[in-house]
């Protein structure tokens, strides 16, 4: 298995280090039921969230998203969330629970709401929508690694090029990346990690 670990994909290649998570997404939450869905088996509740940039009822949205929080808190998963115009919301929605992690999957906030989202011991995974937005890299930049996830999420790009532009921005090394997220995922996802 390769030193890289993909937090968050829809093109998993089996190559690499790849997070199993289960969940109804925002955008489905008109569409989907929770008894559809195997959580017991997955790594992890995800990606759950809110997105008030689709047309699914908001109210809907929170609804589902706060099902499937008390589903992650009772099997004790992390959760990988998506979220989208729904930062405080999310926020505030989360802190009712008690998760063993958070991951704030494809950031594309900014460096306060990073601060906010790491003060409350929650990880940031960024990948390719990151390298958009001059305020997301400026997030990025002030992220510990200790608290930081790659992805390619639905990009095309592969996970490498994902790590290499992230070393790029922070000034580290890839092998020090690579050993510290590979550690960070072991921590969450590995029995007595």
């Not at 992690?101 to 709401?113: N, R, T």
């Amino acid at each position: 298995m390769s030193l890289y670990v993909d937090i968050h994909t829809h093109h998993p290649t089996g190559m690499h280090t790849e997070l199993q998570a289960v969940g109804i997404h925002p955008w489905d939450a008109d569409k989907r039921s929770l008894e559809e869905v195997d959580f017991a088996h997955a790594q992890a509740i995800g990606e759950i969230g809110l997105d008030y940039a689709c047309d699914v009822d908001m109210e809907l949205q929170k609804d589902i998203f706060r099902k499937q929080l008390e589903i992650a808190q009772e099997l004790q998963k992390p959760v990988v969330l998506h979220c989208v115009r729904a930062f405080e919301d999310a926020i505030r929605i989360i802190g009712h629970y008690t998760l063993p992690a958070v991951i704030f999957h494809g950031f594309i906030g900014s460096k306060e709401q990073a601060q906010r989202a790491i003060g409350k011991g929650y990880y940031l995974s960024f990948g390719d929508r990151t390298w958009r937005s001059p305020k997301t890299i400026e997030a990025l930049r002030n992220t510990p690694l200790e608290k930081m996830f790659i992805e390619t999420d639905d990009a095309a790009t592969t996970i490498d090029k994902q790590y290499l532009e992230v070393t790029r921005i922070k000034q580290v090394l890839l092998k020090d990346l690579q050993i510290q997220i590979l550690d960070n995922y072991n921590k969450l996802f590995l029995p007595n990690g």
